[in-house]
Nanobody, 124 residues
Framework: QVQVVESGGGSVQPGGSLRLSCTASGRVSSIHRMDWYRQAPGKQRELVAATDSFSSGGTTVYANAVKGRFTVSRGNAKNTVYLQMNSLKPEDTAVYYC???????????????WGQGTQVTVSS
C-alpha cells in the first residue's frame, strides 16, 4: 500500500514558526511532484509550494503569499519533504495537505495521492 502522510501541525502565535513533514511510503519507485496545498475555512484549496521532478532534485516554486517565509526541503529519508514555515500570520491558518504524483513499483501509470491534512492555527 502506498500512502502520503503529513505531520507537524499545531498552534502558534503570529511571528512563530512550524515545520510540517510529508512522507510517501510503500512501494514508491519515483515521485514526479510533491506539493503543499492549504485550505482555510470557507475558502478553496490553494497551492502553497510545488516541487516538480522531485526524484530528480527538481526546484520548488512558491505562492506569492508565502514567498520568503516558507521553505521546502528534502529529508534524509527517501521520499520525505519538509515545509518550514516562518513569520507565520493569522491568514496562514488552514489545513495543510501534501500531494504526491508518483509511480508505484510493479504498476503502470501515475498515481495522485493526498495526505489526510494537518491543521495549522496562527493566533494570539
Amino acid at each position: 500500500q502506498v500512502q502520503v502522510v503529513e505531520s507537524g501541525g499545531g498552534s502558534v502565535q503570529p511571528g512563530g514558526s512550524l515545520r510540517l513533514s510529508c512522507t510517501a511510503s510503500g512501494r514508491v519507485s519515483s515521485i514526479h511532484r510533491m506539493d503543499w496545498y492549504r485550505q482555510a475555512p470557507g475558502k478553496q484549496r490553494e497551492l502553497v509550494a510545488a516541487t516538480d521532478s522531485f526524484s530528480s532534485g527538481g526546484t520548488t516554486v512558491y505562492a506569492n503569499a508565502v514567498k520568503g517565509r516558507f521553505t521546502v526541503s528534502r529529508g534524509n529519508a527517501k521520499n520525505t519533504v519538509y515545509l518550514q514555515m516562518n513569520s507565520l500570520k493569522p491568514e496562514d491558518t488552514a489545513v495543510y495537505y501534501c500531494n504526491a504524483i508518483l509511480k508505484v513499483t510493479g504498476l503502470v501509470g501515475d498515481y495522485d495521492l493526498w495526505g489526510q491534512g494537518t491543521q495549522v492555527t496562527v493566533s494570539s
